[in-house]
């Protein structure tokens, strides 16, 4: 609650409730959109008015005015735009001010800046107050920036992002409507999450752009000027430079200012500053100034502000462009860009390039010293397509010196490799740039070599990419370059650790995070945060995180927001597979709008948010997250990505019984995986592929498979590939009918999976291990599905098969609450569905159904549940081992007792 409002609130409370009181009026002054009257009708409404006499009036409304006589009891009076009072109305109100009666409680409402200048409210004379009223003034204050995100909050909810919200309350000022007619613009608006990008569009409310030129026509011609000055100047700024700025002499200058305060058009920002009274305003301002007099206040403003200390030189360049460019605007444009970069803030130095080397009016010299700064910064920086726009243009200009082509060249390409998701495009740029370079700059064809050898990019074999980094090394060690030396030690470390080589730690080491140079640092900063992802893939989960941290923390200081989003796309997948899943899923959808426009980035988020699909049950969104429209193509796609998002198409194949279309996913992922060649990156894969290639008849090359991934993990450290291996082994056994070696393989996979604390891998083994067992050693009494079908009885086997039995049903009855903890719907209800088909039936339970009336069976809810997040009756009846027509039935049921009109409804409603 606003704290002016809620004293006004409680004292008018207060004294309603002590009724018969002695009379209280309260002025409530604020300016205009404030919530003046939302106040009043707030105060009118409450239930602590119920029992008083209540009057509105509003001024200027000659048919809602105060009674003369007093009315019996507690009477609340609210008057609002008590500044619109004619004389006749400031006669009325002064009767019930100068005589109030017990219970009066009078509340007034005005804008102060509307008040006539001797400042009294009701008019000359002054009022003279009885002793026994009560007197108390407020004054509504603009809105904080918390209450601000809380209104951006509950008219966008979780689609408005924390940019967004500091947005509006930097623009609108915090004044209430404004804040108000912002959002109902913005929630006009398409897409999902809201961004700064959508604050700044909505552009002026009419209602603010008509008050502010009201107030500005009102004042005389020739002081309108100041106003005109503060909107160019579009800062709060002094009185010298708000006159210079006018091109009003001193002693005009001074009358127009304080006209314009007097008449709000201008306020008091800061101590001795002015400026519009919303920020928002100045563009409507803005344009309302005559063009050549508007070019002419912003060639002064340029030189105002060029004096200042420190110089905004990013001010100074737009006022100089707005004057009409020139030399003098490029030099602004290129210290501007220069201090920016330095300083970290790569984005400005990216929008403020962009729009300069866009323009016809820059020569081919000025392009030629301005493009390397804004490739310079786009490298470390966010997506931009402009950019790679005007970089791509400029590298075909043949007047460009060769040197600053290939300068250029080499950031274009790791710009189309890394933000844009251009892999083949950007691929080619770099190797050009590398043979552009060798000669006239060592240093730059080194930093494309070490670009060069990034794994990550699909394609070229792993032996490509050390061949590359080993030309990287030889070019930082004959060039002596710290950069270069850097970027190559990040490149080293981001290949050994992909491959599981032993030495990586030593090199990740290496690093120069205590560098002085920031280009160091942040070639560090990348190294770090890429070692972290491939320790990821290799199951170094723990150690991951601390590289994460100081990749993170470094990426922050020193100024790379690209390797900063790279590395909290990372932590999503360490999420996913340390199982903590309560929240991921909101997380994953809006890291992705954050970064829909980066692919690579992007693909972390949409990875796992695919995975929990697909193990919810929502298998339509799963494949709509891993493959679907928004989706790059597996063959564009970063390699481990691929292969993991392919295990999941995989398995969902297989649970649908599609094996032929499982079998043809595994064979085309193997083989880019074989391509690449660095098996580790199977560790998602190999068991699911394995297991679809060997159910569809080709048990010689799932073996083949089996043998690759061994061979090209040996002498590797590489964790979760060795358990993959042995999970892969286990699923080749299982469907070549060898129960019981399967069943000790998926029992090894589990424990390795334990140990490296995955535990929805290590429940899919440990379900695997039982449901292997129960194959070659089902329980020897007879059980039942819950809907009349029994198992089949078999032989006694003795002590040691009801033994082996009863530790898969435990085993089984494990795994669903563990499925059930991680909130894996779908596993959950396919390890219940075994449990039932090979439990014996418990003793003492009385003959016949159990009755559960309107209530769902449990059998109900876990059919209601998958229907509703998707799946087929068909797909339903394969996990639960039911036939479709059962599964028929239990909807009907289902839909029936929940009173649903759609199967998709199912998962939300409940009796």
Same mark, same amino acid.
């Given at each position: ?310 110089? $905004?030189?990013? /001010? =100074? &360049?737009? *006022? +100089? %462009?707005?004057? @009409?460019?020139?030399? !003098?605007?490029?030099? #602004? ?124 990019? $699909?394609?070229? /074999? =792993? &032996?490509? *990419? +050390? %061949?590359?980094? @080993?030309?990287?090394? !030889?070019?930082?060690? #004959? ?128 990875? =796992? ?303």
């Amino acid at each position: 609650m606003d704290t002016t409002r809620g004293c006004v609130r409680q004292v008018v409370f207060d004294a309603l409730a002590a009724a018969g009181a002695d009379p209280l009026l309260v002025l409530v002054e604020g300016v205009a959109g404030m919530g003046k009257s939302h106040l009043l009708r707030e105060l009118g409404a409450s239930p602590q008015a119920a029992d008083a006499v209540r009057q509105l009036w509003q001024c200027g409304d000659p048919g809602a005015r105060p009674e003369a006589e007093p009315p019996l009891g507690t009477h609340l009076l609210l008057v609002d735009d008590v500044h619109r009072a004619d004389e006749e109305e400031q006669r009325r109100l002064r009767r019930v001010v100068e005589r109030p009666w017990p219970g009066l409680v009078a509340v007034l409402a005005y804008r102060p800046e509307d008040i006539p200048p001797h400042g009294l409210l009701l008019g000359a004379p002054a009022v003279v107050y009885p002793p026994e009223l009560t007197v108390l003034r407020y004054r509504l204050e603009p809105w904080g920036e918390a209450r601000v995100r809380r209104a951006a909050a509950d008219a966008l909810g979780d689609g408005v992002t924390a940019e967004a919200a500091g947005r509006l309350y930097e623009r609108s000022g915090g004044v209430p409507q404004v804040v108000t007619d912002l959002l109902t613009i913005v929630r006009k608006g398409s897409g999902q999450a809201r961004t700064a990008r959508d604050v700044d569009a909505a552009g002026v409310p009419v209602r603010l752009s008509e008050l502010l030129l009201d107030r500005i026509w009102a004042l005389p011609p020739g002081l309108r000027p100041i106003v005109w000055a503060a909107a160019v100047l579009d800062a709060p700024s002094t009185r010298r430079e708000l006159v210079e700025v006018s091109g009003l002499g001193p002693a005009e200058g001074r009358e127009a200012l304080m006209a314009a305060v007097a008449g709000a058009a201008l306020t008091e920002r800061d101590e001795g500053c002015y400026g519009l009274p919303v920020p928002l305003a100045a563009p409507a301002v803005h344009a309302s100034v005559p063009g050549p007099v508007r070019q002419e206040m912003h060639q002064r403003a340029g030189e105002v502000l060029a004096r200042r200390q420190p110089v $905004p030189w990013f /001010a =100074v &360049a737009g *006022h +100089r %462009r707005a004057a @009409g460019g020139g030399p !003098a605007w490029l030099r #602004a444009v290129e210290k501007a860009a220069r201090g920016a970069a330095e300083a970290g803030r790569h984005q400005g130095a990216i929008s403020l390039l962009e729009q300069a080397l866009a323009s016809s009016l820059v020569p081919p010299h000025a392009r030629a010293r301005l493009a390397p700064l804004l490739a310079r910064s786009a490298v470390v920086g966010l997506r931009s397509d402009q950019t790679v726009e005007v970089l791509t243009q400029i590298v075909r200009d043949a007047s460009l010196p060769a040197t600053v082509r290939g300068e250029l060249r080499l950031d274009l390409g790791l710009m189309l490799c890394n933000q844009a998701g251009k892999l083949a495009v950007g691929w080619r740029e770099l190797e050009i740039a590398a043979a552009e370079l060798q000669e006239t700059r060592p240093d730059l064809a080194g930093r494309a070599m070490a670009a060069l050898s990034m794994p990550y990019w $699909p394609g070229p /074999a =792993v &032996a490509v *990419h +050390r %061949r590359w980094l @080993g030309q990287a090394m !030889a070019a930082a060690d #004959a060039s002596g370059d710290e950069a270069l030396l850097a970027a190559a030690t990040a490149g080293h470390a981001t290949l050994a650790m992909s491959c599981g080589d032993r030495v990586a730690w030593e090199l990740v080491k290496a690093l120069p995070t205590e560098s002085p140079d920031p280009v160091c640092r942040r070639h560090a900063a990348r190294g770090l945060c890429n070692a972290a992802d491939a320790a990821v893939w290799l199951g170094f989960y723990e150690r991951a995180q601390g590289l994460l941290a100081e990749g993170l923390d470094l990426s922050a200081r020193s100024g790379a927001p690209y390797t900063e989003h790279t590395a909290r796309g990372t932590l999503l997948l360490l999420e996913w597979w340390a199982g903590r899943w309560p929240g991921l899923a909101e997380q994953c959808e809006k890291f992705v709008g954050a970064t829909s426009d980066m692919p690579f980035i992007a693909w972390d988020a949409r990875l =796992v948010r695919g995975l929990l699909a697909l193990a919810q049950g929502d298998w339509g969104a799963a494949v709509s997250w891993l493959s679907g429209q928004d989706a790059i193509a597996a063959e564009n796609m970063p390699t481990p990505l691929a292969a993991t998002a392919a295990g999941a198409l995989i398995r969902l194949a297989l649970a649908r019984q599609d094996v032929p279309a499982a079998a043809e996913q595994a064979r085309r992922a193997w083989s880019a995986v074989a391509e690449k060649g660095i098996w580790a990156w199977a560790a998602e894969l190999a068991p699911w592929a394995v297991e679809a290639t060997a159910r569809a008849g080709d048990t010689a090359a799932a073996r083949a498979m089996v043998e690759d991934f061994a061979r090209g993990i040996a002498d590797h450290d590489v964790p979760v590939a060795r358990a993959a291996l042995v999970w892969s082994r286990a699923a080749l056994a299982e469907e070549e009918g060898r129960q019981d070696e399967a069943a000790r393989l998926h029992r090894e996979a589990a424990t390795a999976y334990g140990a490296l604390s995955r535990p929805y891998a290590q429940a899919l083994a440990a379900e695997g291990a039982a449901r292997c067992l129960l194959a070659v050693r089902p329980p020897s009494s007879g059980g039942s599905d819950g809907d009349g079908a029994s198992s089949r009885a078999v032989p006694e086997e003795g002590e040691e098969a009801s033994a082996s039995a009863a530790r898969a049903i435990a085993g089984l009855e494990e795994c669903t609450e563990r499925f059930s903890a991680l909130g894996a719907v779908w596993d959950a209800a396919r390890s219940r569905a075994l449990l039932r088909t090979r439990q014996p039936a418990k003793r003492g339970r009385p003959p016949g159904r159990p009755s559960h009336a309107d209530r769902l069976s449990p059998r109900e809810e876990e059919v209601a549940e998958l229907a509703g997040r998707g799946l087929t009756n068909r797909e339903i009846a394969a996990t639960l081992h039911l036939s479709p027509r059962t599964v028929e039935q239990h909807i009907a049921r289902a839909m029936r007792k929940t009173g649903t009109l759609s199967r998709h409804d199912l998962a939300h409603r409940r009796p």
